[in-house]
């Protein structure tokens, strides 16, 4: 399994982009941790609100 867990997303790698927001001078809102979400938000630039409503269902299905 950890072959498939991107090392970004790992509580390492979180904790070392939580240390960089708090300690740089001018921090932003938001931070991306990890291919996948960076992947999310260039397809959301490209793609309609219900495209992208269809690829969370189908990406994250209710149970």
């Not at 960089?20 to 991306?32: E, M, Q, S």
């Not at 609100?49 to 690829?55: I, K, M, N, P, R």
């Amino acid at each position: 399994m950890d072959r498939f867990i991107n090392p970004d997303t790992t509580p390492k790698g979180i904790a070392k982009v939580i240390s960089k927001a708090v300690t740089i001078n001018n921090p932003g809102l938001r931070y991306l941790v990890g291919n996948n979400e960076i992947q999310m938000i260039e397809a959301r630039k490209r793609a309609s609100d219900q495209e992208c409503s269809t690829l969370v269902k189908q990406h994250h299905p209710v149970r």
